[in-house]
């Protein structure tokens, strides 16, 4: 089976402007969940989809959004740009919702100027 | 409030010798433990996991331990190889929720 795909691998925004990412789970997955990695900060819960339901929500503000398609595939969106959201972000995806072993993408590098 | 803490953030072993990474937490509800190990500009890779009704799992050069009573959780890599170089990070669930991740331990296993 083919594993979790992102797109794109890397990105460059300046502040104020929007991102989208796109997440493609394992065949058969409908759990993803994303993570946005920032040194020293290790793995930082976003948010949690199943059967295009979003099941939990991590602490980050109202600018970070996401959807999931009748596909499995995900979406996250990033409003108004912050320096601060310059980071790894990375989808995980598994067989069921609170599934417990999750499987990651190789993640989008997202570079804010 | 960090829930899951690793406070070695680098650990340095000799190829051959034992490899020990720690993680501690505190929520007692957690019920599922994992291990992932990430390389640079990769996605972090599972490991291994353990249920809170067992104090061991073993696959190959990889055993996780968990002690409830400490809350305590510890990765044995034996014997340690120059490939397993990469950070590795400990994870926590509780049954219906969502993971939570530990800040990570950079292993260094000099050849």
């Known amino acids: ?113 | 409030d960090q829930q899951v803490k690793q406070n070695s953030p680098s650990l340095s072993v000799q190829e051959g010798r034992i490899s020990i990474l720690n993680c501690d937490y505190t929520n007692s509800m957690f019920d599922y433990f994992l291990w992932y190990k990430k390389y640079p500009a990769e996605g972090p890779t599972f490991l291994i996991s353990i249920s809170s009704i067992k104090d061991k799992n073993e696959d190959g050069r990889f055993t996780v331990f968990l002690n409830k009573s400490a809350k305590h959780l510890s990765l044995h890599i034996v014997p340690s190889q120059p490939g397993d170089s990469a950070v590795y990070f400990c994870a926590a669930r509780v049954s219906g929720s969502r993971l939570t991740f530990g800040e990570g331990t950079q292993l260094t296993v000099n050849p």
């Not at chain 1, 083919?2 to 300046?14: D, E, F, M, N, S």
């Not at chain 1, 989809?49 to 979406?75: D, I, V």
């Open chain 1, 1 to 113: 089976k083919a594993g979790v795909t992102q797109t794109p691998r890397y990105l460059i925004k300046t502040r104020g402007q929007q991102v989208t990412l796109s997440c493609s789970p394992i065949s058969g997955h409908r759990s993803v969940s994303w993570y946005q990695q920032t040194p020293g900060q290790g793995l930082q819960f976003l948010f949690e989809y199943f059967s295009e339901t979003q099941r939990n929500k991590g602490n980050f503000p109202g600018r970070f959004s996401g959807r999931q398609f009748s596909n499995s595939r995900s979406e996250m969106n990033v409003s108004t740009l912050e320096l601060g959201d310059s980071a790894l972000y990375l989808c995980a995806s598994g067989e069921r919702a609170y599934t417990d072993t999750q499987y990651f993408g190789p993640g989008t590098r997202l570079t804010v100027l």
